[in-house]
């Protein structure tokens, strides 16, 4: 679900589990990691580590599994 503000939050089973953000939120959202809109690879790089990223068709993703405590190295969608 996207609100006005241009963030998006996913959810399953009444938990967040994404928080997304699109053009309409540059300048107004950064994550606690410093993260913003229209950032760099290098300088997403500098915040969570080249590492830690998932490429997949064009995007760049990283995901924390805040369990376990660790990045993962891919994500799964279900297809529902």
Sequence with gaps: MFYNNGVGVLYRENSAVAILMNEDSKGSFITSGGLEVNMNKN?????YDEK???EVSGSLNFAYDSVD???????KYDSD
């Design 43 to 47: 300088d997403l790089y500098k915040i």
């Design 52 to 54: 830690n990223a998932i």
């Design 69 to 75: 405590k660790k990045y993962l190295k891919e994500v």
